[in-house]
């Protein structure tokens, strides 16, 4: 993932600890305030778990964030107890944190799916 243009960010609210279900995140096995910049990456791009507790450059919006990377989001499962019954995810996701947002300068209103750059650089 060195340069990866048209990726898809979307909110995440999985990081946290809730009473709703969802577990830690995989990568640390600890859940993270919604005011830390992480992420998940679809199984396309977490490269085997390689980019696990690694800071990616997350650029959107004008703006840009470093994120760490604690989690996958599953783009071949879904839809159980384990995966908080979310439907599997598609196959270039970078799930963020509130923070990956709000370092973004996206109005909560318009959270939801926009394009990104993204590097490990």
């Known amino acids: 993932m060195a340069q990866v243009r048209g990726q898809t960010c ?3 609210g999985k990081f946290r600890e809730r009473r709703d279900g969802g ?3 995989e990568s ?3 859940y993270h305030s919604d005011h830390t910049p992480v992420v998940a990456l ?3 791009w977490i490269k085997h ?3 696990c507790l690694r800071n990616i ?3 959107g919006n004008g703006r840009s964030v470093w994120a760490k990377v604690v989690n996958e989001c599953d783009s071949t499962m879904g839809c159980d107890s384990t995966l908080d019954y979310h439907p599997p995810c ?3 996701i970078v799930d963020g944190s509130p923070a990956v947002w709000k370092a973004l300068n996206v109005p909560r209103s318009q ?3 926009m394009e990104i750059f993204c590097s490990d650089v």
């Open 49 to 51: 778990k390689e980019r």
């Open 111 to 113: 959270w939801g799916e």
């Open 57 to 59: 450059m997350i650029k």
């Open 23 to 25: 577990g830690p995140a």
């Open 42 to 44: 679809s199984i396309r």
């Open 10 to 12: 979307k909110p995440g």
């Open 28 to 30: 640390d096995n600890e």
């Open 90 to 92: 598609a196959n270039n």
